[in-house]
């Protein structure tokens, strides 16, 4: 027996985790290939623990002894599926640059390989190519790559898009992004492919739809800095009004006239905008660093289950949506918050999966929705008649306590690293921030939010007329 079999046995199978890390640390005497080749094959083991394992080690050898080794078994035509995933997640882990065999991976006949193989370590044509895939999960991955790249896309590649079948969010916002993509959009959109509209900064496509979605499409189309028609003044919908006080310049007599509308919502935009809110100095500032009843849910183990009867509780016109929180406990503490204080729904932004235990059931009493970006959730929100309030501390920001709020606020919190996405800064209709008094200078995001919602829902939702009940 070769002597490193029983060392990488030790290392894939012992119950022992401080045996299996010793063993895995005496595997680096003996890197030749049938080593490798040893774990490689065990990426095709039946006990998908033994398959984490084996990878888990291969990303931790030096990559001069495990990618060669690796790239022979992409390219070849008989490595089973397991394998080449595998090997797709480990190469993915190890790559400092595109690895060309990751080619072999996207042309496969196996949609589970290739969504594997849709990764940052895929050539940037290779991904391109994907873009016409026929599986979602495949062209939302490459999409979202080739954006992180700022890919040009040929005429030619544009033009191979007109007819592709398959156009997640992603693919949308990627053309969107595209200098020459305008022309692809429309076309999607005489398909009927109207999510475009989250995306798009063109003039007509906007018009072209305003009858059909005139909330979210007046307000997208302003946003983009259109002149609005004249009739949109006296519109009918409220919402299309709000968007007007919220974007017309501040010499426009039209903002005199939307001060004193009838409706609160427009009335709060155009105060907003007296007040310099929304110029171009304030708005640039929220991308600048910033100073320093009885219920079940009573009863062991504590919190709703299946199977409870729910509570009916007056609700307000508010909601929080968070935006790819690093940690599943968070969401689940943020959705216990959201219900707690009487909110009508929550949005997680570009992820969908949390822990659940942390929420203790809540989300069987109020909607937990996913969607798919920034973007999404802004047409969500001004269709839905929302206002948007970022939490988040920027030069702009006001603190949270002293904040005058608009009629139906969904707040918004940003991720534990990267805080707020840029478009959210921007769109959004308040920016907020908790001072800090310690030497932390923020809060996790699930404790931000309960601390912003709580005094909106104590100081402001009671007596300001925003129960669902009411218009």
Not at 25 to 52: N, Y
Not at 372 to 379: E, G, H, K, V, W
Not at 407 to 436: K, T
Request: hydrophobic fraction near 40%.
């Amino acid at each position: 027996m070769t002597d490193w079999v029983p060392v990488l046995e030790t290392a894939l199978y012992d119950a022992n985790v401080v045996a299996r890390d010793q063993a895995t640390q005496d595997l680096f005497g003996h890197l030749e290939p049938p080593l490798i080749e040893q774990l490689v094959a065990a990426l095709d083991s039946t006990t998908r623990l033994t398959r984490r394992r084996a990878g888990r080690i291969l990303s931790g050898l030096p990559i001069k002894h495990t990618h060669p080794v690796a790239r022979i078994a992409i390219g070849a035509s008989t490595t089973p599926d397991r394998v080449l995933i595998g090997l797709a997640r480990v190469m993915t882990a190890t790559s400092a640059s595109p690895e060309p065999t990751f080619s072999h991976g996207l042309t496969h006949s196996n949609p589970a390989v290739r969504r594997a193989f849709a990764t940052a370590a895929a050539p940037t044509r290779d991904l391109v190519l994907s873009l016409a895939d026929q599986d979602e999960e495949v062209v939302s991955r490459a999409a979202q790559i080739c954006l992180t790249r700022d890919i040009a896309l040929s005429s030619d590649d544009l033009d191979g898009l007109m007819s592709v079948s398959v156009k997640p969010a992603a693919l949308i916002r990627f053309v969107a992004s595209q200098s020459d993509g305008q022309s692809v959009l429309k076309h999607w959109g005489e398909m009927g492919h109207r999510a475009l509209l989250e995306y798009t900064a063109d003039e007509e496509i906007l018009l072209d739809q305003f009858d059909v979605e005139p909330a979210f499409t007046a307000w997208a189309y302003l946003a983009q800095g259109h002149s609005p028609p004249v009739s949109w003044a006296a519109h009918s919908d409220h919402r299309v009004r709000a968007a007007l006080a919220r974007y017309v310049p501040d010499e426009s007599p039209i903002l005199s006239q939307l001060s004193e509308d009838n409706n609160a919502t427009v009335r709060w935009f155009a105060q907003q905008r007296r007040a310099g809110q929304y110029t171009s100095v304030a708005l640039d500032g929220r991308h600048g660093l910033g100073e320093r009843l009885a219920s079940p849910s009573l009863d062991p183990p504590y919190g709703l289950r299946e199977g409870d009867t729910v509570p009916q509780v007056p609700r307000v016109h508010a909601a929080l949506a968070i935006c790819q929180a690093r940690f599943d406990i968070n969401l689940g503490v943020a959705v216990r918050s959201a219900e707690a204080a009487g909110f009508q729904e929550v949005f997680f932004v570009g992820r969908g999966d949390y822990l659940k235990s942390p929420a203790r059931g809540a989300d069987l009493a109020i909607p937990v929705r996913q969607v798919a970006d920034p973007a999404a959730l802004i047409r969500y929100a001004r269709n839905a008649d929302y206002q948007l309030v970022a939490v988040q501390q920027t030069a702009s920001s006001v603190p949270y306590h002293t904040a005058v709020y608009p009629p139906r606020p969904l707040f918004i919190v940003g991720s534990e690293d990267v805080g707020m996405p840029n478009l959210l800064r921007s769109r959004a209709d308040l920016a907020v921030e908790i001072p800090q008094y310690g030497v932390i200078d923020s809060l996790n995001v699930a404790a931000a939010s309960t601390v912003v919602m709580f005094h909106w829902r104590v100081h402001h939702g009671p007596t300001s007329g925003v129960y669902l009940s009411e218009d």
